[in-house]
């Protein structure tokens, strides 16, 4: 359990994966290009990273379909990142003192306030 748990938060104390996770939780089927316009800050090499170690851990899911030839990435979540981006919430709650805590205004939005 201690182990499987530390892996958990190596991944998500990485600058970008918590926002990246409630950005596909706001975005269910969302692309990469539409993730990137989402966070401008981020570069694609580390979005893609980072998509990356969410899918390893099961909590992001990537469907790849073409439409005349082109190749689409769609970006959803799993039930395990549900449960944990719920997590986040009833956290942000305790933090702020408030229910709907992200929006009081006093919580930053992603890595260095953006």
Request: charge should be positive; glycine fraction near 8%; hydrophobic fraction near 30%.
């Amino acid at each position: 359990m201690a182990c499987s748990t530390i892996d958990l938060l190596n991944v998500l104390g990485k600058k970008w994966d918590a926002t990246v996770l409630e950005e596909i939780t706001k975005n269910d089927g969302i692309n990469f290009d539409k993730l990137l316009s989402l966070n401008p800050k981020i570069y694609p090499k580390t979005l893609n990273k980072a998509l990356g170690d969410l899918i390893k851990r099961g909590l992001v899911t990537k469907k790849i379909s073409y439409n005349n030839n082109m190749k689409r990435s769609e970006y959803s979540m799993t039930e395990t990142g549900k449960a944990l981006v719920s997590a986040f919430e009833s956290f942000k709650n305790i933090e702020c003192g408030t229910e709907g805590a992200k929006d009081c205004g006093k919580c930053e939005k992603g890595p260095n306030g953006n």
